[in-house]
T-cell receptor, first 112, second 114 residues
Framework: GESVGLHLPTLSVQEGDNSIINCAYS??????FIWYKQESGKGPQFIID?????DKRQGQRVTVLLNKTVKHLSLQIAATQPGDSAVYFC???????????FGDGTTLTVKP | DGGITQSPKYLFRKEGQNVTLSCEQN?????MYWYRQDPGQGLRLIYY???????QKGDIAEGYSVSREKKESFPLTVTSAQKNPTAFYLC?????????????FGPGTRLTVL
């Protein structure tokens, strides 16, 4: 079956450093990927997305990289701030599937 | 304000009772979803609906039921058949027809079964 997983359950970084959160997926038919951020006690929020016809997409302080060969994507956060502390989920879907599959999440802790 | 709401935020029920969780959206989204989240885990899909009057089972539908009689509403009933119902429940909506399948999440309902 399909699954989406993350390499590390927790990540701790110093404020101002860059963060890299990784995600592996198993379904080669997946063509759309999203990163979400979930703060404690709240619902997840969209950060950035990428389609399978792209290798890289940049947003404000965030970059998503997609490597289809090894079925891996990563979220890079530049100049990590305390407000970035949260759980980050990757999600994958296929066009017209009507649903997404979420990974288990990585907890990012930013130390001042 | 446009958004998706869930109520209540906290819910307590006795074992053996059915309970219905509310989810409403005013984003005019076609698709709606229910997820369950257990501590330290990701989101698991319970049910989803791509259009009014239609819904499909997700990965963990056993012990749950839904209805989609109106576009803006997608209530979830946790039945007494659900063996371990205590969890954080998240509702989401999206508009797949736009080509961007970002899901907008509600604030969640934390259900505790005593």
């Amino acid at each position: 079956g399909e699954s989406v997983g993350l390499h590390l359950p927790t990540l701790s970084v110093q404020e101002g450093d860059n963060s890299i959160i990784n995600c592996a997926y198993s379904n080669s038919a997946s063509d759309y990927f999203i990163w979400y951020k979930q703060e404690s006690g709240k619902g997840p929020q969209f950060i950035i997305d990428i389609r399978s016809n792209m290798d890289k997409r940049q947003g404000q302080r965030v970059t998503v990289l997609l490597n289809k060969t090894v079925k891996h994507l990563s979220l890079q956060i530049a100049a990590t701030q305390p407000g970035d502390s949260a759980v980050y989920f990757c999600a994958e879907s296929r066009t017209n599937a009507g649903k997404s599959t979420f990974g288990d999440g990585t907890t990012l802790t930013v130390k001042p | 304000d446009g958004g998706i709401t869930q109520s209540p935020k906290y819910l307590f029920r006795k074992e053996g009772q059915n309970v219905t969780l509310s989810c409403e959206q005013n984003l005019n989204h076609d698709a709606m979803y229910w997820y369950r989240q257990d501590p330290g885990q990701g989101l698991r899909l319970i049910y989803y609906s791509q259009i009014v009057n239609d819904f499909q089972k997700g990965d963990i539908a056993e012990g749950y039921s839904v209805s989609r009689e109106k576009k803006e509403s997608f209530p979830l009933t946790v039945t007494s058949a659900q063996k371990n119902p205590t969890a954080f429940y998240l509702c989401a909506s999206s508009n797949p027809g736009t080509g961007i399948d970002e899901q907008f999440f509600g604030p969640g309902t934390r259900l505790t079964v005593l």
